[in-house]
């Protein structure tokens, strides 16, 4: 697992339990971007579900710190329900206001080196229709829509496929 990963400025580590408040707050503010109407309250305790995840024994949840700050977040882990190989990224969100400055390319190559330590072979993930921002950064970095999960009818998800580097 990656624990800390210093890139200039930029250090890529493993989210601490007591950062679940802040990387909800960004989480909040980055899905806020898509939502033409705002974010809708949903009433889901995002606090709760981050915690959850950073102390899951088989997830991994990283994060960018530049300056001190969070400024970037991705969620990781091997579906229930999945194939041993193929990893679902379930979020990855940069703070908006460090959007452009290189933040999700460098903790997409982590997330990236993770799946190929863990030797998985595939990532899935889907994305909102509506974010185009993140289609087109997926689609830099190789993604393509998964041909066994095509968009159902009224679906706000679009599902994308990787294919993890290997030997």
């Known amino acids: 697992m990656i624990n800390e990963r210093v890139t200039g400025s930029r250090v890529i580590r493993t989210v601490l339990p007591a950062e679940a408040e802040t990387v909800a707050a960004l989480h909040a503010r980055a899905r806020a971007t898509y939502y033409p109407d705002g974010l809708p309250d949903d009433g889901f305790d995002w606090v709760a579900a981050w915690r959850g995840a950073v102390e899951r024994p088989d997830g991994h949840v990283l994060c960018a710190v530049e300056r001190g700050g969070l400024v970037g977040i991705a969620s990781f882990r091997v579906p229930q329900d999945g194939p041993a190989d193929t ?14 400055t290189g933040i999700g390319t460098t903790l997409h ?7 190929c330590a863990d030797g998985m072979r595939t990532a899935v993930l889907d994305v909102h229709v509506d974010n185009r921002r993140a289609q087109a950064f997926y ?16 679906d706000h998800h679009l599902f994308l496929r990787y294919r993890v580097p290997g030997e």
């Open 87 to 100: 990893v679902r990224l379930f979020q990855f969100h940069v703070d908006p206001d460090h959007w452009r």
């Open 139 to 154: 689609a830099r970095r190789g993604w393509v829509p998964d041909p066994e999960n095509p968009p159902a009818e009224d």
């Open 109 to 115: 190559a982590a997330c990236v080196e993770q799946w």
